[in-house]
Structures are given as C-alpha cells and as structure tokens.
C-alpha cells in the first residue's frame, strides 16, 4: 500500500498525466494539474532528407598530393602549359620571364618528397629557379643570402607584427639586398595584396636583368669580356614561412603561369611538404582563381575583336589623351544633345518579362519534410 507520509515528490510521466501530492493533516489530496494525448501519438511529419545543425559552410577544397614518378619526384610542371597573364604588373611582353630569369622551357625547379626531412622546415626551398618560400630565420641567415645569391626578400606580414617591427631583419641590409613588404590586417586582405606582391616580384626581376645588360654594355664598349649575368633571385617569407607567404607564392603561380589552384597547391608543396594551406587561405585563392579567369576572358574577348593582342591587350594598350580633340577618340562627338536623349527611347518590355523565374526552371522540387 502507498503511504502519502512517506513521499513529497512532484511526479510527471510524459506524454500521459502529471500528478501533484499535497499533504495537510496527513492526508494526501491529488490533483490532475495536466492531461495531454498528443505527446504519445506519431508525429505527422517526418524529416525529408538528413538535416545537420553546423552553420552552413560552403563545401571544402580538395587538394589531393601530386602523383608521383619511379624516382619519387611529382608529376607537376609549369613550363610552356599556356599563355603568361600579365594582368597584375603591366608587362606586355609574353617572354618576360624567360627573358629576365634565362630560362628555357620548363621553369619548375624539382625535389624529391620522398627525402623531406622534419629539419628542413627552417630552411628555405625554391620553389622556382627564382623564387624561393622559407621562415624568418632563413631571412636572418646571411650565410643563404649569399650562398643562394639573394637579390630580394619580400616578408608577408600582419599589420601589428609591422607596428612592432618584428619581421625586420638586418641582414639584407648589410649585405646590400633589396627588401619589399607586404602588410596585411588579416590573410583576407591577401587576395587585396597578391597583385602588389606579383608586381614587386616582376619589377625586381626586371631591374636587375636591366641592370646587368647595361653593366655588359659597358664592359663590352671599354674592350672587357662581359659578365656572368644571373637571374634575380626572390626569398617570400613569413613567420613560419607555411602560411601566408606560402599563399603569396601560390599565387604568384596561378597569375603567372595561368594554373588553377588545385596544381600551384601542390606545386609549393611538393617543394616545401609542411605548408599548411588551411579552408581560409583555400578558399581565398579559389576566389582569386575566380578573378584572373574572369580578367583572361575579358582579355580574350578583346582579342578577338582587335585581332591584335599586342598593344591592343586590355592591360597595355595605350589610353587616348585627355587633351586629345573628342573626335579623334570616339570617332563621333563625345556627348549627345538633351533632344537626342529623349528621342531614343528604349522599349524595356512588360514587367512579365523581367521575372527572375530563371534561375529555377532547371531545379528540382524539395520538400523539407514529408506527410505521413
């Protein structure tokens, strides 16, 4: 038998009745607060397709490692796959870079993956004859400098690391190296900053191989046997040298030698196995993908219409003064009378024409849930 002394809890039972006990004088009076039938009964809709409580994300990028050959070296090359887009510096010249880095058909510069070594992440790799990706430490290194003929070193870095001037080295300085300086709030500023970076790496390279055909013209006009000419040679660095400047060379890749992101990934890579491109930096060159494919159709089309890519390119070809006479730059008068205006009316259509009912004809119907 239940004794209402021996109990003053609050009993619930879900889905069919809640009972409250009270005790005065020793007796218990119980009352129904609550009486609900639908808890217990299926429920009339059941979930259409597997639903997941994380915040929306868009889907990620898959940068499989590059296939190998018998020596272990990676099946990626960058030599003479397509046109070099110049887009982000201004040089017209689709040799440029053969000519300023002498170099002839495939410009990658190779190792083996199979010989990385846990201590070489201190040290800088080349990822092209002249580009080389590497750490603060290697920057400092005066020893590499020399060895690796550095002409220039460009440092990736983020704007309070730049305020506390933490980045700085001294040993280009003394040794009379050219420095450049990339400074970002944060790696999404990047995509804002690769055509700097692109142009800085150009123009340097341009520079210097100016520089030693002026020093060979004149040794070869005083009767002496010209000079040895090399290559300009870049050091991109970060903290780590595995983030942002890693993503600065990708970049570079991608604009230069018009490869998609997926092969520039694993391209620096396979130079320097322990860059980490994270879902960010991912999707940050896969939008800076967007735009330099966008920048070579419109540069196609133009192409095509000219016939001419030369000076006729979208990027090089010269602007009409300001102070040219309107006539010689439209070819008709450069503005329109008020009366002109009003007579060319344009027929916009109905308003039934202006639906966006495009975007939908081709997508199937989805039913977030389904009736039982």
């Known amino acids: 038998m239940w004794d209402p002394l021996s109990s003053r809890n609050l009993l619930t039972s879900s889905g069919s009745s809640s009972m409250t006990t009270d005790l005065t004088d020793g007796h218990a009076s119980n009352r129904q607060t609550s009486y609900d039938t639908n808890l217990s009964s299926p429920p009339s809709h059941l979930p259409n397709h597997q639903w997941s409580y994380r915040v929306p994300s868009p889907p990620r990028v898959i940068v499989p490692p590059p296939q190998t050959n018998g020596a272990g070296f990676p099946d990626v090359h960058i030599g003479d796959g397509g046109p070099i887009d110049f887009e982000s510096n201004g040089f017209a010249n689709s040799e440029f870079l053969k000519i300023v880095t002498y170099a002839d058909g495939d410009t990658t510069a190779m190792d083996s993956m199979l010989n990385w070594r846990y201590e070489e992440r201190r040290m800088a790799q080349k990822i092209l004859p002249f580009l080389y990706l590497g750490p603060l430490s290697i920057a400092r290194d005066v020893a590499f400098l020399k060895r690796e003929q550095i002409t220039m070193i460009m440092a990736v870095r983020n704007t309070q690391a730049a305020r506390a001037n933490l980045l700085h080295t001294k040993a280009a300085l003394n040794l009379g190296i050219e420095s450049c300086t990339i400074d970002v709030a944060g790696n999404q500023e990047l995509i804002a900053a690769f055509p700097r970076a692109i142009a800085a790496i150009n123009t340097h390279l341009s520079h210097t191989y100016e520089n030693q055909q002026q020093r060979n013209a004149e040794l070869s006009s005083l009767g002496q046997p010209p000079q040895t000419s090399l290559p300009g040679r870049v050091l991109v660095f970060c903290e780590t040298g595995n983030e942002r400047s890693a993503t600065v060379v990708a970049a570079y890749i991608m604009a230069m030698f018009c490869k998609d992101l997926i092969p520039a990934i694993q391209l620096v890579q396979a130079q320097r196995f322990c860059v980490s491109f994270d879902d960010s930096l991912r999707f940050l060159l896969q939008s800076y993908e967007a735009i330099l494919r966008a920048k070579r159709d419109v540069a196609k089309s133009l192409a095509d219409c000219t016939g001419v890519p030369g000076d006729n390119h979208p990027h090089t070809r010269r602007r009409p003064s300001s102070d040219a006479p309107a006539e010689g730059r439209m070819g008709t008068s450069s503005k329109r009378t008020l009366d002109e205006s ?20 081709r997508r199937d119907e989805f039913a977030p849930f389904l009736d039982q």
């Open 342 to 361: 009003y007579d060319d009316d344009v027929d916009m259509g109905s308003a039934d024409k202006v639906r966006d009912d495009g975007r939908f004809e």
